[in-house]
Each structure stands twice: as C-alpha cells, then as structure tokens.
C-alpha cells in the first residue's frame, strides 16, 4: 500500500510540474497534415489536393494491388510486399511529378528575369511588371502571375501578393528572383537591372550545366530500375506453378522473400542516391 500511495503522490507531483518540465508549443494550423507531403503537392503544382488525398490513395494502392496478387499467386507474403510497394506508388508518382516540373521550368527562368528587366527599362513600376508576367510569360507560369495580379488589383499590397506568389510558384529559383524583388521595393536603389541581369545569367548557366549532367546520369535510374524488378518478375513467374507457391509459402520461402525484399529496397535506394543530384533547397519558401 505504501507503494501505490507513494507512486499517486510522484504522480501527483509530476502532472503539478508539468506546466514547466513541458510547456505547451503552439503549432500552426497547417502542421496537422505532414508538411513534407503538403511542401511536395505544391511543388509538383497541386497545391489545392489535401495531404489526406494522397494518403488514402497510397491505403487504397496498397490494398488493390495486395488483393489482385493474392488472387493471382496464393502466397501471403508476397501479397503482403505488394501491396506495401504499392503503397508508395503515389508517393513516388508525385515525386517524379515535382521533377518534370522543375525540369521544366528550369529553362523559364531566365526569360523571367529578361522580360522583369524589359518592362523596369520601360519605365513600368516593379509591382506592374511583375503582374505583367500574367500575360507575357510562358504559359505554365501565368496562372500563378495571374492570381498575383489578381491579389494586387484587389489590395494594392505588394509584400503580400509576393509572398503568395512564392507559394504559388514553390520553386527555389523563384524564390530566389521574389526575395530580389521585395528588396528592391523595399530600399529601392538603382541597380534592379544588373542584379536581374546577373541573377539570369547564372540561372541559365545552372540550367545548362544540371541537363548535361543529368543526361549522362540517366541510365543510373534505369539500372536500377531493371535491377530491382526483374528478379521479381521471375520470382512471380515460378510463384504462378502450384510447387513454386508452396515453396515460397513455406517458412524458408517467406524469411528468403522478406530478405530479398529489404536487400532490394536497400539497393534500390543507394542506386538512386548516387545517381541523384541534389536539389536546390528553399531557403526564403
């Protein structure tokens, strides 16, 4: 008895410190959903899907693909792998997603630059050339530079609009370009142009360099792609035979599938992380 009046009294004495020993951190609204998938939808230019999207996508991959390859082979733990592996499918088609993008706009953003440096030449304001780009530039930017122009007709605040231009666009180089803008607006000065010229030369330079590299990098990509599925293939050719199925169903034949699984799950990454070149981080988003 002594013991539970003395372990009520620590806990007791704990929740009555707690206040201090762990204060209460507020957490933004937005932290409720994972930040990392919510920073990827918008990077890959669905900003408006919900994080919860995705993620019942993946359970319903995971568990499509794990009932289609129990009805085809009858072995639980090859199910089991299947429908984990698809599980990621979504994960991974939106990763590719935010590489076509920023692949794609790599190129845009020096023309960026050159049209901003066209219209302050021309005498235009920078909130004005900067909603301007809502109808010269390329067309996979507009729709952002259009909801700017949208936000700067509607309050006539630059700061803000810019910071919802960086969300919107939810690129480093952007960022990059945006933060340069602000600044300019803020303590003004003369030297807007050259800093743009210099900013654009160096992107387009980047841009150059990053495409040759990743072309000589691709068949990385596609030996390990090759690597990783063709001993599955034939492991699922030999499941489909009746004596295949009950080898592989046996205990031995579950530990060696588990373990080729994790070893190709290793291998597959450290493949993709050699052939991988890293990505500008953003520093102002």
Request: aromatic share 6%; with cysteine.
């Amino acid at each position: 008895m002594t013991f539970v009046l003395g372990g009520f009294l620590a806990a007791g004495i704990l929740l009555a410190l707690s206040p201090w020993l762990w204060p209460h951190r507020s957490r933004p609204a937005g932290s409720l959903l994972p930040s990392r998938l919510s920073r990827l939808l918008s990077a890959a230019g669905l900003g408006h899907v919900p994080a919860r999207g995705i993620l019942c996508a993946s359970a319903g991959c995971a568990v499509l693909s794990a009932a289609i390859v129990w009805l085809v082979i009858p072995v639980p733990v090859l199910a089991g792998i299947a429908g984990v592996a698809s599980g990621f499918a979504p994960l991974a088609w939106l990763r590719a997603r935010v590489a076509r993008v920023r692949r794609a706009r790599r190129n845009l953003w020096p023309d960026i630059c050159d049209l901003l440096i066209a219209s302050v030449r021309a005498g235009m304001g920078l909130p004005d050339a900067v909603a301007s780009l809502a109808e010269s530039a390329p067309s996979a930017l507009r729709p952002a530079f259009g909801r700017f122009a949208g936000d700067l007709s509607a309050s006539g605040h630059f700061d803000s609009g810019a910071v919802r231009l960086k969300e919107a666009l939810a690129d480093p180089v952007a960022d990059r370009i945006i933060e340069t803008l602000r600044m300019a607006r803020q303590v003004g000065g003369t030297e807007l142009t050259t800093v743009l010229q210099a900013l654009s030369t160096s992107v387009r330079a980047e841009a150059a360099l990053r495409s040759e590299v990743e072309a000589r990098q691709s068949w990385v990509r596609g030996a390990a792609v090759l690597g990783v599925t063709a001993p599955w293939v034939i492991l699922a050719l030999l499941a489909l035979r009746p004596e295949g199925a009950r080898a592989y169903g046996s205990p031995d034949g579950v530990v060696l599938i588990v373990a080729g699984a994790l070893v190709s799950a290793v291998a597959f990454r450290i493949m993709l992380r050699i052939g991988r070149l890293p990505e500008s981080r953003r520093w102002f988003g």
